[in-house]
Each structure stands twice: as structure tokens, then as C-alpha cells.
């Protein structure tokens, strides 16, 4: 089945301690995204990845980081996290053509004390 | 660069009745839309999505959109609600080929429908 997952789905954490949330897709896809969701505020683009090592910031990289080693991997990683970190994560992929449509993860829910 | 707006956070229908829920964006290039919908404790689904052509599109679900350019307009509709249409909609909007913002999927701020008996 073709799909994006996620792990952990939920997450709780306390301030300063170094996470990693996983992605994964089995659709070839060369594009990848993370996005945090906020009440409010819709879906926000933090990181994308064009293909394996290419990355660039999205609308609200910090306090994030990530990696493309592999093309269907986009993990990400929260050094340090704070507060508000605490949110709704979402991965997606799309393939490489002008469609643009994304394929959505189930979500991780974070929580930060 | 590229925003969406969706307007009204809220819209409550009674079953049977017409689902309206409004999208504008503004994009500097031919723009890619869709709309996605989010049902309680999930992830995103997409409904619909205009990249070229006819303007009026059909998706899941009986719901439809149409692009209106002059109107930089992506309202979504459905001519009969059901229960099961409760769930939270999102408008995005990306930029076509060859322009900056190629991939880059911006969402608007979400609208929760409720539908009553």
C-alpha cells in the first residue's frame, strides 16, 4: 500500500531533550515535507526536500533541523526542544512533476514541558 | 509569493443544506489549488485539486470547486450536506512549474464545518 508513515504518533517530552521524529514513504516520491498544524494558523511548511541531500527552510525552520540521506527518509530532528514546539507534525511527499499533490502522514503529537 | 485566506474559521449548516466554504489566494504565477479535508483525529485527504484547464472541478465525496481567476476565487461547494461532512477543510495553494514557489504547498487558515440534524 502506497504510503507516508510517521513514529512515533505521540510523543511527550520535556525542555531540552534532543528528538527525532521519523518519515517515511514508499512512493518513490522525490519531494518531501514536514509541516506543523497550529489552531488557528492552518497547515505551516518547516522544512522541504527536493531530493536525497537537498533541503531548504520552509516558513518556520527554527528550532528544527533535517536530513535526506535516502530518498524515501526525511527525518526531523528537535535539538532542543521548547514549548512551543508543542504541536501537530505532519510529513508529506509529492512526486517530482507539476501535480503538487502531497500524500499526507497519519501526524505526530508532540507535547513539550 | 503566495498566501491563501479561507474565509470564516466557522460554518455551521444544517443537514441537506448547501456547503459553502470560501477560498481566495493571491500567487504570483498560474497557481495549483486544492483543498484538503481533515476528519477529527487524522491526517489530511485531498478533496479536490485545479491545476489546468476546466475550471470547474469535481471531487470526493460530491464536493466541487471552481477557480475563478478574475476573482482569484477557489470556493468549495457541495449541494446537500451530510453528517458525515463534518470535519475541518483546508484551502492550499502552489506554485505551477517553472516558478519559485514550484512544490512549495501554502495552506490556508482551515475551516471547521459542523453539520446539524
Not at chain 1, 511548511?45 to 527518509?73: A, F, L
Not at chain 1, 526531523?76 to 507539476?98: D, K, M, V
Not at chain 2, 512549495?104 to 446539524?116: A, M
Amino acid at each position: 500500500e502506497a504510503q507516508v508513515t510517521q513514529n512515533p504518533r505521540y510523543l511527550i517530552t520535556v525542555t531540552g531533550k534532543k528528538l527525532t521524529v521519523t518519515c517515511s514513504q514508499n512512493m518513490n516520491h522525490e519531494y518531501m515535507s514536514w509541516y506543523r498544524q497550529d489552531p488557528g494558523l492552518g497547515l505551516r511548511q518547516i522544512y522541504y526536500s527536493m531530493n536525497v541531500e537537498v533541503t531548504d527552510k520552509g516558513d518556520v525552520p527554527e528550532g528544527y533541523k533535517v536530513s535526506r540521506k535516502e530518498k524515501r527518509n526525511f527525518p526531523l530532528i528537535l535539538e532542543s526542544p521548547s514549548p512551543n514546539q508543542t504541536s501537530l507534525y505532519f510529513c508529506a511527499s509529492t512526486p517530482g512533476t507539476g501535480l503538487n499533490e502531497q500524500f499526507f502522514g497519519p501526524g505526530t503529537r508532540l507535547t513539550v514541558l | 509569493a503566495q498566501s491563501v485566506t479561507q474565509l470564516g474559521s466557522h460554518v455551521s449548516v444544517s443537514e441537506g443544506a448547501l456547503v459553502l466554504l470560501r477560498c481566495n489566494y493571491s500567487s504570483s504565477v498560474p497557481p495549483y489549488l486544492f483543498w484538503y479535508v481533515q476528519y477529527p483525529n487524522q491526517g489530511l485527504q485531498l478533496l479536490l485539486k485545479y491545476t489546468t484547464g476546466a475550471t470547474l472541478v469535481k471531487g470526493i465525496n460530491g464536493f466541487e470547486a471552481e477557480f475563478k481567476k478574475s476573482e482569484t476565487s477557489f470556493h468549495l461547494t457541495k449541494p446537500s450536506a451530510h453528517m458525515s461532512d463534518a470535519a475541518e477543510y483546508f484551502c492550499a495553494v502552489s506554485g505551477g512549474a517553472g516558478g519559485t514557489s514550484y512544490g512549495k504547498l501554502t495552506f490556508g487558515q482551515g475551516t471547521i464545518l459542523t453539520v446539524h440534524p
